[in-house]
């Protein structure tokens, strides 16, 4: 047993600890190549994380850079990595499994190591008893756990982590002393079968019991230990009580423990947080558990700076100032934040747009309460003056706005999955500018009159909801699970159109991880909609344009740049006047240019990301490299049928950091220019319709009538101008 014990521990050994020496002394052979050969059963990726034999960084290899890691043969690694890969094989139930290592010249002064595996046959149970639950409550539900193993491989690794799952839920359910279960296995080799045993039992203090009891302990006495940070506490007992997850009297559950511990950590008011129940010796008898809450305050108020430049923002600054603890001690949040952008340095595609002279900005005050109605309800309320645009879209302007939210957690962070519900009202007062052009298309009021109505300032009211799941294993940079989102909203707007001025929305969103070797596949499905009222027909009144739909950018179809996949409009700088039947038309000719593109968005959309992240073969722990395609299409409904996804491939690179992957991508996009409506803007503002084969005497548009949309832009000619740049912080999806 003592030496399985320490073969397991050379496989289990990450690299990082069990690695060759970097570097070669004079006369060692350089490692140039690794490979595994013969495995079936488990991908290659898998079993070269196992051993420690690794090839000089890619860079080296391939390029002659001094750039990675040099490691150079060390032939008794290599005959430990024949047996790390052959218990590898054994733990996951395959006895009979022989490895064995050849080292083939590469030149004279490099080596490939080949590791050739031949599997035998598992290892299969005949018979397995568990024993130690028939008292318990949810005794049939934890057997079924292992109903997989009867006749089934003998893993040692899966059996391993059906017992835990199995203590976790008994830690779970009132039954604290709960072991790690004994095990006893009987292995035929010369018939590959086993007969398992598994004892369940508790430890209280040196008793031990083998059979778990009915009767499930509770929670007794609740204790605090608070460690102030200055002379005295901020925070008081009463409110640290309200965040917790369980009362006196309340089945004793480890969950809701580190839950507890979660929530309080989440106030920021602490930076040290500790539940947990006292030793056995000092609990008044088995079934009633003294449970200790230790807290030591941190820093209640702080402030922070920051500044950056990004692509759409240009230059920009932010400032934030938090009080933990305002107003009082029961740990109310206030949050100042102040945030300006576009200040310069702006790209030249930024400085194109004909909203770029505007300085964007936010200013907010949030009052956050710690809980209501138990701490897994939050409500904050928030006060705010904001400015911002979108790109080539619009320029919305909130002189003064208010929000009320409320978020439950139906599964909490740190828990699978996570699984916040939130509901939201927000009302402000403000105005939305964007090309004339825009909501001459959108709402057929093409005068300047009508244009300046719609550009007035006036009340934005929006009740909605959201529910979302996240299953991934890491916010920043997941490698595995799936999250799913869903929101709702419905809103009115006091400006007078003649029509609907009550629109919904709804977005749904679905992203699944999958690890594939030492790879990671990606895939993201985004479906929305905007409705008039609350009917499925298509919203054809005033839906403001914030509230629109739009796609394309780093976060999006990336062969597309921001917002431009999906219907636009044109300026343009002419036209020709074409005489018919006495009539005058007014229409772009093949010299016209475009002076400016605006999205007008749309009210529905599909956007389907696939992506293949790959670990660099060289800095492979920072680097990143990435092949992906993305798809997409905005429309408006009930003008525009259903058109198929617009699809452009690219590659990307990513560095991880700290706050994130740092990306850079480049989508290819080789689909002709989007066809749009082509508008001329005279001298006093009038919008003249130009696109090819209009029917619109002097080009004015009657009422209840609009622009065709059969103008098309010069073709993209050169490779280079039909890749789209794209660079940002954190994953696509």
């Not at 879209?393 to 208010?402: K, M, N």
């Not at 950091?657 to 005279?682: C, K, L």
Request: proline share 6%; net charge neutral; charged share 20%.
């Amino acid at each position: 047993m003592r030496r399985l014990a320490i073969a397991m521990l050379a496989v289990l050994l990450p690299r990082a600890v069990a690695a060759q020496t970097d570097g070669c002394d004079p006369g060692m052979l350089e490692i140039r190549e690794v490979s595994v050969s013969g495995n079936d059963k488990f991908q290659s990726g898998l079993l070269e994380n196992s051993i420690v034999t690794a090839p000089t960084s890619w860079m080296r290899r391939n390029l002659g850079i001094p750039l990675g890691p040099k490691r150079c043969l060390d032939s008794l690694d290599v005959q430990r990595d024949a047996l790390r890969i052959r218990l590898y094989y054994r733990l996951h139930g395959y006895y009979k499994t022989a490895v064995t290592s050849q080292l083939e010249p590469d030149g004279t002064t490099g080596v490939k190591v080949r590791f050739t595996i031949k599997e035998g046959p598992p290892v299969i149970i005949d018979s397995l008893t568990v024993t130690g639950l028939d008292s318990v409550r949810d005794r049939d539900e934890l057997l079924k756990l292992f109903k997989p193993f009867q006749h089934g491989i003998f893993s040692a690794v899966a059996l391993s982590q059906v017992t835990d799952t199995v203590i976790e839920r008994l830690h779970g359910s009132g039954y604290p002393y709960a072991e790690k279960p004994l095990q006893s296995t009987q292995v035929d080799s010369s018939s590959e079968h086993a007969i398992v045993s598994i004892q369940f039992f508790e430890r209280i203090g040196d008793r031990t019991q083998l059979e778990l009891p009915s009767h499930r302990a509770r929670i007794g006495k609740i204790l605090y230990d608070i460690s102030p940070g200055g002379d005295s506490s901020e925070v008081s007992e009463n409110t640290i009580r309200k965040m917790l997850s369980f009362q006196p009297g309340d089945i004793y559950d480890e969950g809701r423990l580190a839950r507890s511990e979660r929530d309080l950590y989440q106030l920021e008011t602490y930076r040290r947080v500790t539940i947990q129940r006292l030793p056995a010796d000092s609990q008044p008898s088995d079934t009633l558990i003294t449970v200790r809450v230790t807290v030591a305050e941190g820093k209640m108020r702080t402030i922070r700076l920051g500044g950056g430049w990004a692509t759409l923002d240009c230059l920009r600054f932010q400032t934030r100032y938090v009080d933990r603890n305002f107003a009082g001690s029961d740990a109310k949040r206030l949050v100042l934040l102040g945030r300006i952008s576009r200040i310069a340095l702006c790209t030249p595609s930024v400085r194109s747009d004909t909203l770029r002279d505007s300085l964007n900005y936010y200013a907010s005050a949030q009052l956050r309460l710690p809980s209501l109605l138990g701490p897994r309800t939050t409500p904050s309320f928030t006060v705010y003056s904001e400015r911002t645009s979108e790109f080539e879209a619009y320029l919305r302007s909130t002189p003064i706005g208010a929000a009320v939210e409320l978020t439950r957690d139906l599964k909490p962070r740190g828990y699978t999955p996570f699984l916040p519900v939130t509901l939201t009202y927000r009302i402000e007062y403000g105005h939305t500018s964007a090309q004339p052009a825009v909501f001459c298309q959108l709402f057929n009021q093409c005068s300047p009159a009508d244009i300046a109505r719609l550009q007035e300032n006036s009340l934005l009211q929006i009740i909605g909801g959201a529910i979302a799941r996240n299953n991934a294993d890491n916010i920043l940079d997941p490698s595995t699970g799936d999250e799913e989102r869903l929101a709702l909203e419905t809103g009115t707007t006091s400006i007078q159109t003649g029509g609907n001025t009550r629109f919904s929305r709804a977005l749904g969103q679905v992203t699944y991880y999958k690890p594939i070797g030492r790879s990671v596949l990606a895939a993201g499905l985004q479906i929305g909609g905007v409705f008039e009222g609350f009917s499925f027909d298509g919203a054809t009144s005033y839906v403001p344009p914030e509230e629109r739909l739009y796609a394309g950018g780093p976060n999006s179809v990336r062969g597309y740049g921001q917002n431009l996949l999906g219907p636009l409009v044109y300026i343009v700088n002419g036209y020709e006047v074409v005489d018919s039947a006495g009539k005058q038309f007014f229409r772009t000719t093949d010299s016209t240019k475009v002076n400016q593109r605006s999205a007008t968005g749309g009210n529905a959309s599909i956007v389907a990301n696939v992506e293949w992240r790959i670990r660099s073969p060289f800095l492979t722990d920072i680097l990143q490299l990435a092949i992906f395609v993305d798809g997409g299409y905005v429309w408006n409904r009930p003008d525009q049928t259903i058109q198929p996804l617009r699809w452009t491939p690219g590659v990307g690179i990513r560095v991880r950091t700290p706050i994130g992957p740092i990306r850079v991508d480049f989508g290819y996009n080789g689909y002709a220019p989007t066809t749009g409506p082509a508008y001329f803007s005279t001298t006093d503002n009038q919008l003249l319709c130009v696109s090819p084969g209009n029917t619109f005497e002097q080009g004015v548009i009657p009422s209840n009538q609009s622009c065709p949309a059969s103008y098309a832009p010069p073709p993209n000619t050169s490779f280079i101008s039909k890749i789209t740049f794209n660079f940002s912080i954190g994953q696509a999806f």
